[in-house]
T-cell receptor
Framework: DGGITQSPKYLFRKEGQNVTLSCEQN?????MYWYRQDPGQGLRLIYY???????QKGDIAEGYSVSREKKESFPLTVTSAQKNPTAFYLC?????????????FGPGTRLLVL | AQKITQTQPGMFVQEKEAVTLDCTYD???????LFWYKQPSSGEMIFLIY??????QNATEGRYSLNFQKARKSANLVISASQLGDSAMYFC?????????????????FGQGTILTVHP
């Protein structure tokens, strides 16, 4: 089945530790995105990538890094520089459909700081 | 200023009745898209419906329709014949600056969401 997978479902980070969240899609979508959601809030964009080996910062990129070595994969690293990383992280991918690209989301990863 | 405003933190509806979830937006871009997503308790964001700024007719997808009033900058979601499974958080989102016929990707700006509870 085609879709977007994120792993792990839950992730625990110790102080000063870098952690990497996985996002894979087999939909042959060109663009991929990372959003952060805090409790009771909407989503905020961290990074996005339109093509392989290219990505752009979103509104809250500080303390995060990404790579796009393959079309199917867009991992997000939460670095120790991110002082408040506890949140729900959602990955999305999109494809142009007519005028507008529609973003489809994975199931998310909950990151907790120990 | 908020680009997307959802003024209803929570809404209640009886099963089988219709409900309207409000969304107003703010943009100076003449070309934009408006999207609605559903987020159940599991957390996954489910795409429901979208409306382009140049679309002449209101979008519909099954039981979902979008009441688009461009002059008022509102894009309310109407759910007809509510079901218990409709209970979830609903987000309105906007994409600005796409060029018709071109490929243009970028962020969605989300509202704060509305929690919908459907009562039996």
């Amino acid at each position: 089945d085609g879709g977007i997978t994120q792993s792990p479902k839950y992730l625990f980070r110790k102080e000063g530790q870098n952690v990497t969240l996985s996002c894979e899609q087999n939909l042959n979508h060109d663009a991929m995105y990372w959003y952060r959601q805090d409790p009771g809030q909407g989503l905020r964009l961290i990074y996005y990538s339109q093509i392989v080996n290219d990505f752009q910062k979103g509104d809250i990129a500080e303390g995060y890094s990404v790579s796009r070595e393959k079309k199917e994969s867009f991992p997000l690293t939460v670095t120790s520089a991110q002082k408040n990383p506890t949140a729900f992280y959602l990955c999305a991918s999109s494809i142009q459909q007519g005028v507008w690209e529609t973003q489809y989301f994975g199931p998310g990863t909950r990151l907790l700081v120990l | 200023a908020q680009k997307i405003t959802q003024t209803q933190p929570g809404m209640f509806v009886q099963e089988k009745e219709a409900v309207t979830l409000d969304c107003t937006y703010d943009t100076s871009d003449p070309s934009y898209g408006l999207f609605w997503y559903k987020q159940p308790s599991s957390g996954e964001m489910i795409f429901l419906i979208y409306q382009g700024s140049y679309d002449q007719q209101n979008a519909t997808e099954g039981r979902y329709s979008l009441n688009f009033q461009k002059a008022r900058k509102s894009a309310n979601l109407v759910i007809s014949a509510s079901q218990l499974g409709d209970s979830a958080m609903y987000f309105c989102a906007m994409r600005e600056g796409a060029n018709a016929g071109g490929t243009s990707y970028g962020k969605l700006t989300f509202g704060q969401g509305t929690i919908l509870t459907v009562h039996p």
